[in-house]
């Protein structure tokens, strides 16, 4: 911030801050700052002569700016009180954030507050998803509707990606309750058996990729297995979870999980002496 010598009008140190753009005391809006504005916030900040000059003991303070914007539109700055940028700027800075940090791109599908949905476009104001799930839907299966959001989101929420570049696949799992008594070794092997037939090789590659990924951050990446796993958990109820997980896109993730169901509950229905599930008044 500069200021010509002699511009501005007549100056004390009991003038207000700044006089606005129409001579009251609100911060900016969509007025760049006038020469007065200019004047203010220079003498304030820096008018070491006016002590000089009146002979008076006065110590400039610096200006506590909070916020400032300025783009071809304008310039706003909040010194003082409360003030919201209008949603049109801070949607141009979150466009200007999405294309240089890229938490998403059109294509990806992303979750962001409430909102899940693939990247169908991206303006400067507001992006739109072709949203999955919600709703009126279980599942990851397009729902036909269409959620818009403006780009300031970004700035104040998280976003979750769901088809990062450099690894765009995510975990799943396929639970079964069974009976405390039942041949946990066999509904083991072939839950896993099962899995992989379907995801395993093309697993394996994936989770090299990812490996790979965790090697150059702090992260433990001792516990990632190449293949489908099988888990054991204790239920609420009086069962427990016969559970396998395994790696799958996103876009994938509800025709592979039916696919799965199907083949597991045909290979382990074979067996039902040794997979004790749930019947009748035994649930």
């Known amino acids: 911030m500069w200021l010509r010598q002699g511009e501005g009008p007549p100056w004390t140190p009991t003038d207000p801050l700044w006089s606005g753009p129409d ?3 609100e911060p900016f809006e969509l007025n760049t700052m006038s020469q007065r504005d200019r004047a203010d916030i220079v003498h304030v900040s820096g008018n070491r002569r006016y002590a000089l000059q009146s002979g008076t003991s006065y110590d400039p303070q610096p200006v506590d700016v909070r916020r400032l914007a300025l783009t071809s539109l304008g310039g706003w700055l909040d010194v003082h009180g409360e003030w919201t940028p209008p949603i049109s700027i801070t949607s141009l800075i979150g466009w200007v954030y999405i294309l ?26 507001d992006t739109t998803l072709w949203e999955v799930g919600g709703q009126h839907l279980s599942g990851f299966h397009p729902s036909g509707r269409v ?39 066999f509904i083991s092997k072939t839950m896993k058996e099962v899995a992989e037939q379907e995801v395993g090789e093309a697993m394996m590659k994936q989770v090299a990729v990812f490996r790979e990924i965790l090697a150059q951050t702090p992260v433990n990446h001792l516990e990632v297995q190449e293949r489908p796993v099988v888990l054991f958990r204790v239920s609420d109820n009086t069962w427990l979870e016969a559970i396998v997980r395994y790696l799958v896109h996103p876009k994938e993730a509800g025709r592979v999980k039916s696919r799965l169901i199907v083949e ?3 290979r382990l229905n074979a067996e039902p002496d040794r997979v004790l599930f749930p019947r009748d008044s035994a649930r």
């Open 23 to 25: 001579g009251g005391d």
């Open 100 to 125: 240089v940090r890229e938490p998403y791109r059109v294509g990806d599908r992303i979750r962001i507050g409430e909102a899940l949905g693939d990247v169908i476009d991206v303006d400067y104001l």
């Open 147 to 185: 959620i818009k959001f403006p780009n300031a989101n970004v700035l104040n929420q998280p976003v979750y990606n769901y088809s990062w570049p450099l690894f765009p696949y995510i975990w799943n799992e396929i639970r079964f309750q069974v009976a405390y008594n039942a041949d946990l070794e």
């Open 264 to 266: 597991l509950l045909e």
